[in-house]
C-alpha cells in the first residue's frame, strides 16, 4: 500500500454539523417508579430536578443498539454512505467492556470500516469534546466526514437506593456527521478540567475492588451541592468565553443546549448569561432525564424535530461532568 503524501490531505477553512440522530430508551420511567427505594416521592424529584419521567433501556437494548440506530439516522440526514465516514467518535463511560473500544464495534455495525475508530471518556463533556476533535480532523483533512456520538446505558451502573445521583439517570445515543463547509460552522472549542473535584462525580468502587470481593458492584455517585455550585459559577464563565471566540453574542443565539444535568442548573445558566427570550432553552432532562454524554445532541435534536428552532440558526452546545470535565461551542444548527 504506497503511504499518502503531505499534499494528499486537503485541508479546509471550516467545518459544520451537517445532521443529528437520537435513540431514546424503549422504557419510560416514572418518578413514582423509582421514588420508594429512595424514600421520595415525585414532588421532591421534580423540584429537585425538572424531571417528570427519564427514558432507560429495557435488558435487551444495549448501548450499541442506541449507538447504530442514532448513527444511522445521522447518516441518512446527512446523504452520505458509511464508506465516506473517515473516523469515528464514541464518547461513553458505559461501554461494558474496558478494550476494545466502542467505537470500532460500531464503525463495523453501521458499514463505515476501515475508518479509525476511538472512544473518549469524558462524562458528560464527552460529546462536546467529539465535536471539538472531529472539527480539527475536518479542517487538517484527515478525514472529510466524521461521525461523533454520545452514547450512554447509566441504567447499567444505578445503585436503586441511592439518593444522590440514581434517580436523575437516564439511557440514549446523540449522534452527528461533521464535515467541511465554506462559512464558519463550529466555533473554537473552550475546554478544560478541573481533576481538584475528580472525586465529585465517581464510580462507588474501582473494578479492582469489585473483583477481589471488597465492594460490591460499582455504581455512579455524586456530590450535589459541590456539582451545582462549580456547573453554576464555573461553567458560565466557560459559556461567556464560548461566546466571546465565537465573536457572538448572546443574543444572536437562536438556542442554549447544555448538558442536561438538572432543571434548576440550566435555569441558572440562563440567568446568569441574561439570555434573551428569543434564544430557545433545551429543558429534554423534563421528559428525558440525564444522559450523561448523550444528552446535548439528544437535546438539540428534539429542538430541531418540534421545530422549536430552525436549521441555520446558532446554539451555544455545553457539556460539564465528571472529570471534572467541560467543554463548550457555538455551532450553526444542521
Sequence with gaps: ?????????????????????????????????????????????????????????????????????????????????PQEIGAVIFSTITHPYQTPSAATLLADLIGANPAPAFDISAACAGYCYGIAQADALVRSGVAKYVLVVGGEKLSDFIDPTDRSISFLLADGAGAAIVGPSETPGISPTVWGSDGSHWSSVSMTSSLLEFRDGESTWPTLRQDGLTVFKWAVWE???????????????????????????????????????????????????????????ASVPLAMHQLLKDGTVKSGGLALEIGFGAGLAFAAQVVVLP
Design 1 to 81: 500500500m504506497s503511504q499518502p503524501t503531505l499534499n494528499q490531505f486537503q485541508t479546509v477553512k471550516y467545518s459544520r454539523i451537517y445532521a443529528l440522530g437520537a435513540s431514546r430508551g424503549e422504557l419510560v420511567v416514572t418518578n413514582d417508579d423509582i421514588a420508594g427505594p429512595i424514600d421520595s416521592s415525585d414532588e421532591w424529584i421534580r423540584q429537585r430536578t425538572g424531571i417528570i419521567t427519564r427514558r432507560r433501556a429495557s435488558k435487551n437494548q444495549s448501548l450499541m443498539d442506541m449507538a447504530v440506530e442514532a448513527s444511522n439516522e445521522a447518516i441518512k440526514g446527512a446523504g452520505i454512505t
Design 235 to 293: 461553567m458560565v464563565k466557560v459559556a461567556k468565553q464560548a461566546l466571546e471566540v465565537a465573536g457572538v453574542k448572546a443574543e444572536d443565539l437562536a438556542a442554549l443546549v447544555t448538558h442536561q444535568a438538572n432543571i434548576r442548573i440550566i435555569d441558572e445558566l440562563v440567568k446568569q448569561l441574561a439570555l434573551p427570550e428569543s434564544v430557545a432553552v433545551a429543558r429534554d432532562i423534563i421528559n428525558t432525564g440525564n444522559t450523561s454524554a
